[in-house]
């Protein structure tokens, strides 16, 4: 049940990395996971290689708790792949409820992260510069452009850095940059030569800016707790529903610009967004709970 856990969680971060303006990180941040993943990319070192080479391949995988990123990065992975489509889809086409959902999510969780740090002076000073921080880079405009296949490895690398930062989007890093649509168009199409470029910059990126991250949060834990939180509080503004480009609109002026606001599904689809962070959050309760039921009917059966 465990590994089940950890591949739904996977998937959910997949998806939010799909997403421009929402990150994976974030997920991970909020279904209590991200310490631990920071933990095991931080592992692939040297350590790791030298129990490799020697053919101590066991020791090597718990070295770098091996089943737990196999299994969340999996997930990731299935998850980008089997919607990517969708999700194009609905950012071209129907935005506004795509964006609410996600909106959904992140609130439902916010008070849980917020009841997480021991809160200080310094700490709350900490969350309004993490803030700050967020609405600067939600505030730059997207460019666009035709872009030199090495550029791919240095977007890999970037995008993997804001990715695994909660609240700060590696799609949307990419799209800013004009690196967005040329990478979904390599995912699409299976240009491999390109995705494998991609990953090698996206591999580069994790392991050297994660030990940064799991050095600080070692040492500066619930400082950077505060920190970390107040960027995924600053990152609501890049989702906001009723947008376009740098713009924001009430629900009224969306529909005088676009032709419709999608009030009542963008509504519908922020609370069932919160009922599905609810499940997540509450993921190893249920599944254990499941088990239990589980076990008893078997007993149960037995017995007759």
């Known amino acids: 049940m465990q590994y089940l856990q950890w591949i739904i969680k996977g998937m959910a971060m997949g998806a939010a990395d799909v997403v421009p303006g929402v990150s994976g990180g974030t997920l991970a941040f909020i279904l209590g996971i991200y310490e631990r993943l920071l933990g095991a990319i931080s592992s692939v070192n040297l350590t790791a290689l030298q129990l490799l080479l020697r053919g101590q391949w066991r020791a ?3 070295h770098i708790d091996g089943t737990f ?4 990065f999996g997930g990731v992975l299935v998850s980008i792949f089997s919607l990517a489509t969708v999700i194009s889809w609905l950012l071209e086409h129907r935005p506004v409820p795509l964006w609410a959902f996600f909106n959904g999510l992140i609130l439902a969780a916010l008070p849980l ?5 021991r809160w200080s002076a310094l700490r709350a000073l900490l969350f309004g510069v993490g803030i700050v921080l967020a ?3 939600g505030m730059l405009a997207p460019v666009s452009f035709t872009p030199a296949t090495w550029m791919f490895f240095v977007a890999g690398a970037v995008a993997i850095c804001a990715m695994i930062l909660p609240g700060i989007s590696g799609s949307f890093i990419l799209l800013i940059s004009g690196m ?5 168009l390599a995912v699409r199409e299976l240009q491999l030569a390109i995705l494998l470029l991609f990953l090698l910059g996206c591999i580069s990126g994790l392991l050297g800016f994660s030990r940064f991250l799991n050095w600080l949060l070692k040492h500066y834990h619930d400082a950077t707790l505060a920190l ?3 960027v995924v509080v ?3 503004y890049r989702l906001w529903p009723w947008q376009s480009a740098t713009s924001m609109y009430t ?11 999608d009030l009542l599904l963008a509504t519908a689809c922020f609370l069932v967004a919160i009922l599905v962070m609810l499940l997540l959050l509450n993921l190893e309760k249920l599944l254990t709970g499941a088990k239990t039921v589980s076990t008893g009917n078997a007993v149960e059966r037995s017995k007759e």
């Open 60 to 62: 090597c995988w718990r």
């Open 69 to 72: 990123l196999l299994c969340l």
């Open 113 to 117: 992260l917020l009841r997480a740090v």
């Open 135 to 137: 609405l600067l880079v």
């Open 180 to 184: 967005y649509a040329p990478v979904l």
């Open 228 to 230: 970390l939180t107040g």
């Open 234 to 236: 600053g990152a609501m």
């Open 251 to 261: 629900p009224g002026g969306y529909a005088a610009t676009f032709g419709q606001h």
